[in-house]
């Protein structure tokens, strides 16, 4: 009896028929393709994963990032839902930006020909390191106060700071933002000595008003200016009764505190690194800093900048943050325990940010100073410096609205330029010095990002998702990348969206595995009820090859200065849901928790025509062939082949098997009668490995059909 080999092309294929892809996958879970001389690509288990940490964080991670610090020390940082943390050495220390919401009087003192303020507010004491964010403008003896400032500690009831101005006489008062609406009318007047603004100017109204039957809140443009103290604006409702004037915020001033824990060390002199955040007398303080840790947040942007942490959080639902946070930063043994603001200019809202380089300028989009996001913008610190962001002639901060789409989705740097995707368009941006700092190219059109990390570089090529396919740029502008899965994705997505309305694909994450040459997104599927992540495409760069599988991830990077990949995973233990990091590329199992588990590989083939003609095939034996073990170690995978035999596509399949297999297998006896054949293969031992090789079988005409 004569004998033939199977020989599988690598990558899957689900987009054909069983018929038609034939010595092709149609299906796989948990394997990978190992590209081999021969041009094949050889089909194998997955490297395995086990807990990175020791413990589970209480709450879903949607960010990591590994760096090491001036001492040479690695870090983790981690962006979860509830929580910022560091992980070092494996020792896990709380950074949590800690926020505190009161309502003041205004009884603000000043002084004649002084820009320096002095508040009061018994509920809270702050210190020097500190910041206060005043949501509603108040206007107090010719000065304005609006946004962030650095607190100054004078007493545990009372703190200054600085204006951008000098006051007039000295007082204590102070005066908010008071509406009067017209009958019939949109416009509303305003009473708010020496505001300052022009025509056409914008100004934000950060504390909901019910007035004359219209709600005042949000951005609004100046549509005329009576005075130094009065201005209109157009609140786009007419208004059904004349009403006021009134006082927002009941005539109190809505402050925002961002405070600090207690230093870790003594303070030792002025000046840790170049912006100068070290001991100079911080005032009082606590190992637990007033106010709440900032909490509910849909998702994180971590980087490094030098040694320094940044974090941004993103859709916060925190007070007037509706869609994005402030910018934050940690120094390892700095002079403080939890993240803080990266200065008093930094913009209050912003949607994510990169760090730019070699200029290493923080570069945040979605970002506004007036509290009102800005899906558009872009603005970007000093040179050198983050903690300068107004920009001047005597810096290179500076800001650009992108003109196509409705918002960025994401950003990168990418090799030689920033890269900028809206939801609809890709643009460039590229360094070209003082004074537009930046010049700007759209380079891509119908090629936009559909989430904050779809996005990921390999070999100084770009990879990214897109809400119909998917693309690349290896330096030539955006291309298209053919994907014979998929069905798998597009076709399983689930694109419904929280109770927040934040859509559940903006979980999607780029996972890319240098090691490997892969790069994945893991996504939510329909059957992911909480549309978390559950399942993964994946994409060989060398073999241009795709497969797919399920597993749960919700947070990714590349081998870093940590070692191997590192992904966060959503597990059931003991019937809870917990969040675990996990370090991939370990060994040969999965990991729940702190346990090791099977991994379920898998894989099957569409169907092999046994005969051109019109005779059926009768084939009694099948010789495996396989590695059975990593190079060194035991040889004792045992794996499951199961075959499947009809005649017609569209037949139900007989099933034979599944048989167990090891490397002590010599043959299988299958004895089938069929024209069209599919092989599956799986596994679910511990502490083993399989790569296919070429399976021989035997066969011989049996007769016509």
């Known amino acids: 009896m004569p004998h033939n080999t199977i020989k599988l092309k690598p990558g899957v294929e689900v987009t054909t028929t069983l018929a038609l892809n034939e010595a092709n996958y149609s299906k796989s879970n948990l394997i990978r393709f190992l590209p081999e001389r021969m041009g094949l690509g050889l089909a194998q288990k997955m490297g395995g994963w086990v807990a990175y940490y020791g413990s589970f964080i209480n709450s879903t991670i949607r960010s990591l990032k590994g760096w090491s610090d001036l001492n040479a020390i690695n870090h983790l940082g981690i962006g979860a839902t509830n929580q910022l943390a560091v992980l070092t050495n494996n020792n896990l220390q709380t950074i949590t930006p800690y926020v505190y919401t009161d309502n003041i009087s205004p009884s603000f003192t000043t002084s004649a020909g002084s820009a320096v303020v002095t508040v009061s507010d018994s509920n809270i004491t702050v210190n020097n390191l500190d910041y206060v964010e005043f949501v509603t403008p108040v206007s107090v003896d010719g000065i304005i106060l609006s946004g962030p400032y650095n607190t100054t500690y004078v007493s545990n009831t009372s703190y200054t700071v600085t204006a951008s101005t000098n006051a007039i006489s000295g007082l204590t008062g102070g005066a908010v933002y008071k509406f009067t609406t017209t009958a019939n009318s949109q416009l509303v007047s305003c009473l708010f000595n020496n505001h300052g603004y022009t025509v056409g100017q914008s100004f934000y109204i950060g504390v909901s008003l019910s007035l004359g039957g219209v709600t005042l809140f949000g951005l609004y443009t100046v549509n005329s ?257 053919p994907c014979p899965i998929w069905d798998v994705i597009y076709e399983n997505l689930n694109t419904n969206s929280d109770a927040n309305g934040v859509p559940y694909t903006s979980n999607i994450r780029v996972a890319v595995n240098s090691q490997f040459n892969e790069v994945m997104w893991f996504y939510p599927s329909n059957a992911s009820t909480t549309g978390e992540n559950d399942s993964y495409v994946k994409y060989n760069i060398i073999l241009q090859q795709w497969d797919y599988g399920t597993m749960a991830r919700s947070a990714w990077i590349d081998q870093s200065v940590l070692g191997n990949p590192i992904g966060a995973g959503i597990e059931t233990v003991s019937g809870s849901q917990q969040n675990w990091i996990y370090q991939h590329e370990v060994g040969n199992d ?116």
């Open 590 to 705: 999965a990991a729940i928790g702190l346990q090791t588990a099977p991994m379920l590989s898998s894989f099957q083939t569409g169907y092999f025509q046994l005969n051109e003609a019109d005779n059926l095939i009768f084939l009694d034996l099948v010789w495996p062939d396989m590695k059975w073990g990593t190079y060194g170690g035991s040889n004792n995978a045992t794996v499951q082949i199961t075959f499947y035999a009809t005649n017609y596509p569209g037949d139900t399949p007989v099933q034979y098997g599944p048989y167990s297999v090891t490397q002590a297998t010599e043959n299988l006896s299958v004895r089938m009668r069929a024209r069209l054949m599919s092989i599956a293969i799986s596994s679910n031992d511990v502490g083993t490995f399989w790569r296919l090789g070429a399976m021989r079988y035997r066969y011989q005409l049996d007769g016509r059909f």
């Open 225 to 481: 200016v009576t005075d130094a103290n009065n201005f209109t604006f157009n609140c786009g409702t007419q208004a059904s009764s004349s009403a006021g004037p009134t006082f927002v915020n009941s005539g109190n001033v809505r402050v925002n505190y961002y405070t600090t824990a207690s230093p870790q060390l003594a303070p030792t002199g002025y000046g840790v690194g170049g912006y100068g955040v070290g001991g100079y007398g911080i005032g009082v303080g606590s190992t637990t800093p007033p106010g709440s840790p900032l909490s509910g947040v849909e998702d994180w942007t971590l980087d490094n900048y030098g040694q320094d942490l940044i974090a941004c959080p993103s859709n916060t639902g925190y007070g007037t943050y509706s869609s994005g946070g402030p910018i934050y930063y940690w120094q390892p043994n700095g002079p403080f325990l939890n993240a803080q603001l990266l200065s008093s200019q930094v913009p209050l809202v912003n949607d994510g940010f990169f760090v730019a380089m070699p200029q290493r300028q923080i570069v945040a989009w979605g970002s506004s100073f007036n509290l009102q996001q800005e899906p558009l913008l872009l603005r970007w610190s000093d040179i050198g410096d983050f903690t300068t962001w107004n920009a001047s002639s005597t810096n290179q901060a500076g800001s650009f609205r992108i003109p196509t789409g409705s918002k960025i989705v994401t950003c990168i740097q990418g090799p030689q330029q920033g890269l900028i995707w809206t939801d609809i368009d890709l643009y460039a941006m590229q360094y070209v010095g003082y004074p537009l700092v930046y010049g700007f190219n759209k380079i891509g059109s119908n090629c936009g990002a559909i989430s904050r990390k779809c996005v990921g570089q390999i070999n100084n090529k770009i990879y990214w998702m897109s809400q119909n396919q998917f693309f690349q740029n290896t330096g030539a502008g955006p291309e298209p990348l």
